[in-house]
């Protein structure tokens, strides 16, 4: 079941969360990997949104690795199309059964643009564009960033960056609160598995 989240109203934040932290509880196994992956190109204003919420979670990476916590696609080494099965590769032979959240821009209606969704399962990265990509992720995280239909490559391209970045910081806090609020529960979980 899809979730959608309006970042321009009062609770949205703690309700993604909360709805955020109780995926974890539910996928996650002690000792297991947390891999995140923010997915997008840099090159194009509606699809850097995965680049630009990596960028914002590496200041802090050095606390999450508490939780072996693993973050591909930031701004200056991006997960897109051209790279994308090669990192999927690299995570299941580096970090076999990890936990995976796959985080994304995507196109969709009218009422739901500027809207974050939070879902399990995996997403299928490209679809907007009609691009043939392999799906990824146990928790998935998408961007609205525009309309979804004819031309989706020039609406990524005609994308207002502050909307993007609004979305980013959005999905970056919920991702550091959940994350950070986990690793004090999973550290005993960590140790004990050691």
């Known amino acids: 079941m899809i979730q959608y989240y309006n970042p321009d109203e009062r609770q949205s934040l703690i309700r993604f969360t909360n709805s955020l932290r109780g995926l974890l509880e539910k996928h996650y196994s002690a000792g297991q990997d947390i891999v995140l992956v923010c997915i997008g190109s840099d090159r194009a204003t509606g699809d850097c949104l995965g680049p630009i919420v990596g960028h914002k979670l590496k200041s802090y990476e050095r606390f999450l690795k508490k939780i072996s916590f693993h973050l591909y696609g930031t701004l200056e080494k991006p997960i897109h199309a051209k790279n994308l099965e ?19 821009a995507s196109l969709g209606v009218m009422e739901h ?41 020039m609406l990524l391209q005609t994308t207002h960056l502050h909307l993007v970045m609004q979305l980013a910081d959005f999905i970056a806090s919920g991702l ?17 598995a050691e």
Do not use: M
Request: aromatic share 6%.
């Open 176 to 192: 550091y609160r959940s994350l950070s609020t986990r690793s004090s529960q999973l550290r005993p979980a960590l140790q004990r």
């Open 86 to 104: 090669a990192t999927i590769q690299f995570i299941q032979l580096y970090h076999p059964d990890s936990l995976i959240i796959a985080v994304d």
């Open 113 to 153: 643009v500027g809207y974050i969704t939070l879902s399990e399962g995996s997403l299928t990265p490209g679809v907007g564009v009609d691009k043939n990509l392999p799906a990824i992720g146990d928790i998935c995280i998408t961007g609205i960033v525009n309309l979804s239909g004819f031309g989706g490559q």
